[in-house]
């Protein structure tokens, strides 16, 4: 049996007889192959503690009576992410609609090497905002998680997100990948405004951008972070590797043509 925190589009925690790549299949695309929806989970690796009803888990995710494996056994359908904590992550999963698998190891969090001084977050779970900041990425999941300011979250994910260089004229164009032209005016005017107020550290783009998100948008990675305990980071291979490893997730994540 196995064990899955669901973060995207959704948040759960689910009990499978099924592996991982049998599991993203069928989440994506349903049993009967009819569904298509992308995904984000990781493993849970091992149980733990009380939060979750486990022994639920095993007596109930076991096989059909006709012998097939039982595909889900929901846990938790509500603030599951925060009950798990971060030394229980496994590997992370980024599954396209096509039910696609893109596994992520946990990597060593680095700095970026080149700091413009503003980032670009989508946050994925609990909340779902796309977000304009001044922040570092472990500042940035930090200051998300402080319980001593009057808006906060016991637990975090998010993916820093390609933005374009906002001091370059010649660039201006370059956000059409995530918006419309318009749009590119309101996300300038938000950067604007934090770059030149030094006491705000972050701001809302887009409270809806969750239906939008793709994969082909996501710079160095994934952070996870939980108050007290840290930030957990999974770097994205490079387009190089992803297109020589992993071609068929890269075309079904729009990074690239076949």
């Not at 952070?223 to 957990?232: D, L, M, S």
Request: a neutral charge.
């Amino acid at each position: 049996m196995y064990y899955y925190l669901l973060v995207s589009p959704t948040e759960a925690l689910i009990a499978s007889m099924l592996e991982s790549d049998a599991f993203a299949l069928y989440m994506s695309r349903g049993e009967h192959k009819t569904a298509k929806e992308q995904l984000i989970f990781v493993e849970v690796t091992e149980e733990f503690g009380s939060e979750f009803d486990w022994d639920f888990a095993r007596k109930t995710c076991v096989p059909h009576p006709d012998g097939r494996p039982k595909n889900s056994v929901y846990l938790s359908v509500y603030r599951a992410l925060e009950r798990v904590p971060l030394e229980y992550l496994g590997d992370l999963f980024l599954v396209t609609k096509d039910g696609k698998v893109l596994r992520l190891k946990k990597g060593l969090y680095e700095e970026p090497k080149k700091w413009r001084g503003y980032a670009l977050y989508k946050e994925l779970c609990p909340v779902t905002p796309l977000v304009a900041s001044t922040l570092l990425p472990r500042s940035f999941a930090t200051y998300l998680l402080d319980s001593t300011r009057h808006i906060s979250v016991p637990a975090i994910v998010f993916a820093d997100v390609k933005l374009f260089d906002l001091d370059d004229p010649q660039k201006a164009d370059k956000c059409l990948h995530i918006f419309d032209q318009e749009n590119c005016q309101h996300l300038r005017s938000c950067f604007a405004e934090i770059r030149r107020t030094p006491f705000k550290k972050a701001k809302t783009i887009d409270r809806s951008y969750g239906d939008k998100f793709d994969y082909s948008i996501i710079d160095k990675g994934i952070y996870f972070g939980r108050h007290n305990e840290g930030i957990v980071f999974y770097p994205l291979p490079s387009l190089a590797t992803i297109r020589e490893k992993h071609h068929d997730w890269g075309v079904s994540a729009h990074l690239f043509e076949r």
